[in-house]
């Protein structure tokens, strides 16, 4: 099975529980929209985790584009000094987790795509523009502060036409519909059985706010979760 989630901000034992839950196998795959770290108490020790997990793709969010920002910058002002600079990076962590920090999961963190383009679905963090026709515009022609904080793409109203299902998070869904819960919008006229019948799935289920992680499957369509209370 394939799974979507987003916006983990560092519940590490939640994800786990998660995980645990869907019995995530080895014969599966999970699609990370960004923003595994932050709020939360664990995301450097929940990024590592799912950097060991080889079928775990995982992109870019706000949160991390943020922290790579303050990393190039440190770069800029004392490049030669990598162990000062490894010590600020992890002080942008809150202890212990900071801590854990290494430069390989700072190399990783680098590395990551901004977003995922499968053949029936994409993975943004924020969304993506829609044309004056309501189609998508390619993620590749995105610029890369509009793809992790841009707000535009979680209005309900904004329904794009044709195109791949878009996986998105960002803003939590109590934003939108006052409920902590993973938003999928069904294509007029389509029965929601399979993805293609989905213009975007919003992932976001707010969990530093609620407690509620979900994830979804791509496969059957169903929402899965799980709550800290």
């Known amino acids: ?78 490049p030669e000094d990598f162990s000062e600079v490894l010590s600020r990076l992890r002080g942008y962590f809150p202890p212990p987790d900071g801590d854990l920090l290494d430069w390989d999961t700072v190399d ?43 707000r535009t793409f979680k209005e309900p109203h904004v329904l794009p036409r044709d195109g791949k299902c878009v996986f ?9 519909c006052g409920e902590d819960r993973i938003i999928p919008y069904v294509r007029k006229g389509m029965s929601g059985e399979r993805i293609a019948d989905y213009c975007k799935v919003h992932l976001d289920t707010g969990v530093y706010l609620s407690g509620v992680l979900g994830c979804f499957c791509i496969d059957t369509c169903r929402p899965i979760y799980v709550k800290k209370y």
């Not at 983990?8 to 786990?16: A, K, R």
């Not at 595994?36 to 450097?44: A, L, P, R, S, Y």
């Not at 590592?48 to 949160?63: D, K, R």
């Open 1 to 78: 099975m394939r799974y979507a989630i987003s916006d983990i901000h560092g519940e590490y034992e939640l994800f786990v529980r998660l995980m645990d839950k869907i019995a995530f196998s080895s014969s599966d795959e999970l699609f990370v929209c960004g923003d595994v770290t932050d709020k939360g108490e664990d995301g450097i020790r929940l990024l590592q985790l799912i950097f060991s997990m080889p079928n775990a793709h995982c992109i870019l969010g706000n949160h991390e584009h943020a922290f790579l920002k303050y990393y190039w910058a440190l770069m800029r002002s004392s």
């Open 108 to 150: 990783r963190t680098e590395n990551l795509p901004l977003y995922i383009e499968e053949e029936d679905f994409i993975c943004v963090h924020a969304g993506l523009p829609t044309d004056d026709s309501c189609r998508i515009v390619p993620p590749q022609s995105v610029k890369p502060e509009f793809l992790v904080n841009d």
């Open 168 to 176: 998105f998070g960002h803003t939590p869904a109590r934003y939108v």
